[in-house]
């Protein structure tokens, strides 16, 4: 049984969605569809494309990821089919698959030309209707029947191959000796803030810069011990975090461990630098948005 | 296989979608369940109406489309079965399925009385979960027994035939030899604006204006070109779109043909004349609402 | 094919719900999962197991009930499995199962201790995609293959047993010999304002008191007269109700019985009493919210 995975900026105030699932169960009735997220905010592109790095690997392999983020509807922007090791990935060629595509690098591309699998009419203005559910589901339907997922389906008979896709411009974080300076690039529900900068990158710029000897130099005012027996392999490294006025000179490992209503800063469970507020939320209290500025001192 | 969609006012943020699909699913653990929307404004007769007839048609043949928006619950008025050549429409007769069963006229219709298949004790609060969840998993449970789809599952057991259902009034729009006035009837998440004016109506207006010879006299200000070769076929015909203060003098084939932030016209995924904002909100832009006045000029 | 209901505080806005599901079909492609509600306020325990309580109960025998509304992630609040005559129930022990086991008493409870069923890595800020959605899948699973579900499926794999469970402390309603005190528990989508007292408390109370001979000293102002013949089994009891500055003399069967934006009040299909509008929100006419207080004189 294959299942097919969701994410669109379509929201749930119309029945996009639910037009969508109706055209995939109708080409192919036994997909399993699971909705990743249709709250994007219309044209999130970089929001799309982050929540689709931190879901895709959770699924079973051979689903079928359909992203439909999709601002450039109608115009020449291509419609691409990217297969994976353990995965296939559809969606404009706007750069919301390329995160994902950085992660898992696509061993086929093509782009979507033939027009036999579009529902007819096809309009210019609702393509996850007329396009991307339709391959989608045809897609899926060869999948159940192909025994051998290691071999996968042939892509071909969508569409032509292309070398590869459009980039998605990311923010990113400058490193110097002293101070890694990243930003917020998602807020999630509970206002807990995450940050650009992930647990390699921390750990990477600790070790360097503990070894390069400047840590005493750039260390600020208080010190911040990692706690957690698997974070950083248990070393007991010292540095600051800044956000706005703030100063957070702990790593925690929960949210639990944080006192109550103060920031507190973790890798979170996407391996991401996060600020967050124990029952309560960050953004709020902090009065940050995506953009604010976080700073890491040794 | 099947499928049943819903369309409620229930909204997510309570338990009573959940609750239906349970009762839907110890009936019938077979069905398949596709979300519509459940985000209707509550008592919003006419947006359900409208959500349901733009989406019923993509579903298999076979579906059943349960609507519950249900004002008058508890109270004389009727609960109601429709078949069609295609489906099976469930809900309160309250005007909700008028819209869909203009599309596609019930072959059947029949008024639910007997109580044998609901949930006990049945409520007066709550008929979505008492009545129509468990009658629309039992006819889907029949649905699955019969194999010629053609003919159908029986509906007499679940009550009376009647004969018509409570129609729905809708804003219509006025045609004269000059002017074509519609309204706003429909918001989408993207704020796009969905008028009631059709593809059939603007084209029937525009060829008949032009065979009058009238429109030179009430071509005003610039001129509107219809692009894209399947409208209107292809002819290069006039007209000018009015909203608020402002005027459209094009009619593109997709949103991402306007230009960036400006109000652009074209003929939306449900063949409405629609005013949008290329990568914006229509509506935020135009300060526009639910019955704002559209006008057309050859 | 065994049935997993979802109850969060994850919200839709976020991959959160769609990475659970997507780990539970990884292991279980056989489950079919329910959304009850992930629009829980952020840690609103209450607010869960009220939701829980309401729902339970309309599942088919042998439903596994997932609820992760869980502001402890991380420290030493125990992880939890109860099973009771008909279901599973699955979350952290800190309240938020204990209404519903209130309702349907547990039969064996474990404190899930053993990690073979955790995803790997197991992080200490996302135990409903490490812990929980694996564990009631597993379970499910097992289910699958138990063809005695009296039996049911054995627990003790997954951890140690033990004999009781976190309480939840609720809003209690007081009763005198002269008034019944309650409160707001819940606000609905429709702003529907439901009470902490049940229809069993309102009818012993109107009982009681009509039985001890004080009613016509408590008889303020008009009187109720409860309609509906399957309420307090159709005698004509007298009583007023008092929300705000509103003074309600009736209780009806259904919404529509009452006056067009009139409060009314009425025994709701969770059998609690609750406070509404004919086609309006209550909560806002009386600009009412969780807490406020309801009394009930004879």
Redesign the interface.
Known sequence: ?S?I?L?T???????????M???I??IN?QA?I??????VK??GLLEAAF?LR??FR???KG?VHLVVVD?????Q?KKIIAKTKNYYFIGPDNGVLALALKDEPPIDIVEITSQRYFLK?T????HG??IFAPISAYLSRTLDKVRDLSKGAPLRKFGRRIKSIQELSTPSVKVSSKVLTGEIIYI???GNLVSNIDKDTLENFVSATKRGGSASATRIGGCANIC?A?LFGGKNKKFKIFIKDKTIDRLF?????GKHLKPLA?I??FNHLEIAL??G?ACDYLKAKKGTKVFVYL
């Open positions: 049984m299942l995975s994410i900026d379509f929201g749930l105030k119309d029945n996009f969605v639910g037009i699932k109706a055209v169960l109708k009735p399993q699971v909705d990743i997220c249709h709250e219309p044209q929540l931190g879901s959770y699924f079973p689903s601002p450039g509807v109608g115009s922007r009419p309009s210019d203005t609702f209707r007329d999630d529900r509970f957690g698997n490992s929960s949210y639990a461990e973790l979170d469970s124990n029952c939320s």
